[in-house]
């Protein structure tokens, strides 16, 4: 099927993901699809069993003569450095050596000829250890004196204790768990070796520059002997960021060991159990205010559990507290982190980057003045908005120069009728003695940049053939988002040509060096502004081509639909392209991007991490059965702010699947440890992830059409991944006020998160007391 963008629409048109056929009809090729050479061998690791301990004996003599094994890798093996660490604090070995801090590190890998045999021979090792007490969570950590991960930030200014003068304080604490990343396709690898030093290596990662940096480092070769492809994954949300080094690293070291191809794919319980999360937090929070609710002062401290190694602890932690103002005006504060080792995996990137977990302490504050106050949250909320002209400096000194909340809330509550079923929900509770209802509307205001400045730069290569057909690569990489269709569509909004006249190809780090991850939402926003520096330049030859070969200006040479229009000829594109390809004009290009305006100085807690913000509102109606403590969630309104959308189909698409996903977070999925150590919710079965049926009943998703970026972005469009992952903290509000009923909404109900239907009737119970 032949697709066109509406060239008198921009390039705004809903065009559909580039691969959804692909998907539905399951022709899309992902990384276990590739076709493997003939002896292709396969690597499993073998973990360790106790979470905290010194390994006192290592046989792997059952492991080396099982059936269809070829060999073990152990330390000893790596010809480089034994760490994939992606800070480069060199606290991360591949594989364990005399000490194993978690239960399911690394400690060897075996490669068999299947991967079933190499998964049996895995389970033969015997392993000794002196064990060592051990921590799994932040609270704990702090009682055991562990250390932190990577050094505490502090973010400060005015005085709190100008807040004692306040006419109310309260003091709280907030616990926010984690959630595993539950992506349909796990982490995998498959490495295929090269003459000389060469590799080249097939991976599921949403970094490619980083993993074939981690090759390189562990094989001990320069990174021009690594290439990583990803042509797409079955989903990412930031658990392929950084821990997909480990297992391309296994996969090319063993590659080259025996001069084979490799792959290695964990099942589905061992990548649970030795992959990262997302960091679940303990947070305290003093807050002082006046009698109209508005907010004098915050002294705020954020304990995450971040694991044994530092991985992206230290700027998930960060960002979570960029993020504790949410939307809100704090005159003093002081907020601090505290990135806490404990005895469990690495905790690591996840949608919204820490962001979420400062969200939801801003808004539990919010809970906390509205219910001492006896009023609305909405109108707490309302009075502690940032500014437009004063009242307008966030914790870390940026200035919000594009606030647009306030118009966006205030569309949310007329198009809701939040007022008049805020009204039905508190008639309804004085009637009904089981089933109680909730109704909040909470607001998000996101920072969109990386917070370490160097990564914000995008690099493009863009080839057009002699036949007017266009390849197209970038640095980003296609996780299900729709990254590749709207760079697609800033090309061919360039030239005005079809969308399907534009190539699309698989990531790789043979065209475009060091990229950045595609991650923190900033994937279309660098690569589409990368992508149109590339087109610039080849149009900008074209054009001075054209103008010098016909003898007109410059300004007669227009790109039309499908055509070149010279003076007062109109050409074909394509036959445009060939005259220009025979007169020996370059027909590629190089393009470039970096963010403008962004710095950040970490020692003083000052600068202006954020290009701009994104903004959204949503407001959440629910259902709790006070008998069981089950709930539904009636209906969810959302109005959410991308700028001037590139794609409003992908767009609506992301928000959607963000809200469910963040819900998902809140009220059902559940990670737990043992008491030895071991991650028990490790498979789908003991992790609940939500279901079609979780779905809100009434589900109404509208973008603010009338936004549009006050920065230069690609077409003044915002991101648009992780701001509305924070949309269905009104779900959790709104669970929280059908609780507060039972006593009137005498006080706040302080739930913790995920509010699964046992924490409910536990805090029913609370109540009842």
Partial sequence: MKRTIDIQDDVRAGVYHDSAVKHVTGVAEYCDDIGEPAGTLHAYLGTSKVAHGIITSVDLSGVAKAP???????????????????????????????????????IFAVVAQSRDEARRAAELANVEYEVISHVIDASGAMKANYPHVTDPLKLERGNILKGQNAEHQISGQLRVGGQDHMYLEGHIAFAIPGEDEDVVVHSSTQHPSEA?????????????????????????????????????????IAAKRWNQAVKIRPDRDQDMEITGKRHDFVIDYDVAFDNFGQIQSVDGQFAARCGWSSDLSGPVTDRALFHADNAYYYPNVRLTSRPMKTNTVSNTAFRGFG????????????????????????????ANFYGQNDRNMTPYHQTVEDNVLPRIVDELEESSHYQSRRRAVL?????????????????????????????NQAGCLLHIYNDGSIMLNHGGTEMGQGLNTKIAQVVADAFQIDFDCIKITKTTTEKVPNTSATAASSGTDLNGMAALDACDQIKERLTDWAAGHWEIAHEDILFLENTVRVGVQVIAFSEFIRMAYKDRVQLWAAGFYKTPKINWNREKGEGRPFYYFAYGAAVAEVSVDTLTGEYSVDRVDVLHDVG??????????????????????????????????????????????????????????KLAEWSENRELTIKRSKAVGEPPFMLPICVFEALGMAVASLIDYAECPRLDAPATPERLLMAIERMHR
């Avoid at 320069?222 to 994954?233: D, E, F, L």
């Avoid at 205001?445 to 160097?454: C, D, E, V």
């Fill in 68 to 106: 269809g094994v070829v060999g073990v890798l152990t330390a000893k093996d790596i010809p480089g450095v034994n760490d994939v660490s992606p800070t480069g604090k060199k606290d991360e070995p591949l594989f364990a050596t005399d000490k194993v801090e978690f239960w399911g590190q690394p």
């Fill in 644 to 701: 001037k959308s590139l794609n409003p189909t992908l767009d609506k698409g992301q928000v959607e699947g963000a809200f469910v996903q963040g819900m998902g977070w809140l009220t059902s999925e559940e990670l737990y440890w043992n008491d030895a150590g071991r991650l028990m919710t490790h498979a789908p079965s003991t992790y609940k992830i939500p279901l079609a049926s979780d779905v809100p009943r009434e589900f109404n998703v």
């Fill in 355 to 382: 962001g979420p977990q400062g969200v939801i302490a801003a808004e539990r504050i919010i809970e906390e003045i509205a219910y001492a106050l006896g009023k609305d949250t909405l109108e707490i909320r309302r």
């Fill in 212 to 252: 074939q940096h981690m090759v390189a480092q562990v094989l001990g070769i320069p990174s021009n002997a690594v290439v990583v492809n990803v042509r797409r994954m079955g989903g990412g949300f930031g658990g392929k960021e950084s821990q997909m080094n480990l297992f391309c690293a296994v996969a090319a």
């Fill in 427 to 455: 008639e309804h509770n004085t009637q009904n003695s089981i089933i109680r209802k909730g109704i909040a509307l909470t607001p998000v205001k996101f920072g969109i940049s990386f917070t370490a400045t160097w990564y």
